[in-house]
């Protein structure tokens, strides 16, 4: 049984098609990315998932359903967010921000643990702990946006775009934590424009246009596949 299982799921946004009947899985302990142009249907996908849009077919984690349930369960199942954007609350510190993510907690010697585990990962976030949001740098940012979504301990990790806006070094050392991360157990599903790096952290990649997925591979057979070569990774 695969950690997470789309078959045949369709999503609308108004009278627009945005899925197409995308079916995918994801295996505990890879990384999969999902790779396409602007508009393929990427980051809807990742939402259909969380429950953020209404969707038809079947969307299994874990053999749970999630389809018919709201968009709360899937954190509480295990399904961690980090969406397009980044998405911190610019006003809230480091600490508050992380707090937020331990939502479902209550339990103060845990989220104190989980904090510590954050900064392992990200040791800037510990210097920046009084820092509000808002005034960090966008590295600053994604990695707080991770480090928030870490505090979940989540069983899957999805990424929207996390290398978006920022410097080639600080994409590097994002894409280095990512491959730590599942190196330590997490499964990751990756939606990246930047085809390139993206597929080269990756054990398999799925291909999506117009909401479809046209191809599914290996990663490293994908990378020099002359299609996918030619369309995005030129």
Do not use: W
């Amino acid at each position: 049984m695969s950690l997470l299982e789309l078959k045949g799921v369709h999503a609308y946004y108004g009278a627009i098609e945005a899925l197409k009947g995308v079916t995918l899985t994801v295996e505990e302990g890879e990384i999969v990315s999902l790779i396409g142009s602007n508009g393929a249907g990427k980051s809807t996908t990742l939402k259909a998932i969380c429950g953020q849009i209404n969707t038809t077919g079947s969307i299994r984690f874990h053999g749970t359903e999630m389809s018919s349930l709201p968009p709360h369960r899937a954190a509480l199942e295990g399904i961690a967010h980090v969406p397009e954007g980044r998405r911190i609350f610019p006003r809230l510190t480091v600490k508050e921000n992380l707090e937020m993510g331990a939502f479902s907690m209550r339990d103060k010697k845990t989220i104190k643990q989980r904090m510590e585990m954050v900064f392992d990962h990200f040791p800037r976030l510990r210097e920046r702990l009084t820092q509000t949001g808002g005034t960090m740098s966008g590295g600053e940012q994604q990695m707080l946006a991770i480090g928030r979504a870490l505090m979940m301990q989540p069983r899957i990790l999805l990424l929207d775009e996390p290398s978006m806006g920022l410097a080639p070094i600080i994409v590097e050392q994002i894409f280095d934590i990512i491959q730590q991360l599942n190196r330590e157990g997490m499964t990751v599903l990756l939606v990246e424009q930047n085809a390139f790096q993206a597929l080269q952290i990756a054990h398999r990649g799925y291909v999506m246009q117009t909401g479809e997925i046209l191809m599914e591979d290996a990663a490293e057979l994908l990378l020099v596949n002359e299609q996918v070569k030619e369309a995005y990774l030129a």
